[in-house]
């Protein structure tokens, strides 16, 4: 019974370390034949890069893609929100009490107190401005 265990425990193992990279490049904008934007996360690797160029190509055809304009891009931000909230009893203040009842001061009870917090974070991505502009030869 171990031994399919481990067995089974390493066939695991050894999938999730061969599972292969897929490239991540998407279309934004396409003109055929024209040109386009290409979009890639803005921690790229050369596999993503390599991906552009073959979507570039694709969509220019018998044209060469020239690259008019590369860089990061800001495309929206994410904002989270924490709201922390302290709850407590306040025995009341100052006063005093005969027979039970409450002269001067405030009535003891529960107390809350609350802080709210934001962070705005961009969201940025890699963009690639393509034309096509000169026939290939």
């Avoid at 171990?2 to 066939?11: A, N």
Wanted: charged content about 25%; hydrophobic content about 30%; aromatic content about 6%.
């Amino acid at each position: 019974m171990k031994v399919i265990l481990l067995m089974g425990l390493t066939l695991l193992l050894a999938s999730c370390q061969t599972m292969p990279y897929q490239p991540y490049a998407r279309e934004v904008k396409k003109k055929p034949a024209e040109g386009g934007l290409i979009a890639l996360r803005t921690e790229h690797r050369p596999e993503d890069r390599a991906r552009a160029d073959e979507l570039m190509a694709a969509n220019c055809g018998k044209k060469q893609p020239i690259v008019k304009e590369e860089g990061e891009v800001v495309v929206g931000q994410k904002t989270d929100a924490t709201t922390s909230t302290k709850q407590g009893y306040d025995n009341g203040s100052s006063g005093f009490k005969l027979g039970g009842i409450r002269f001067g001061g405030e009535e003891a009870g529960a107390t809350e107190n609350g802080s709210t917090s934001a962070t705005t974070t961009q969201l940025k991505e890699w963009q690639i401005a393509y034309d096509c502009t000169k026939t290939k030869r």
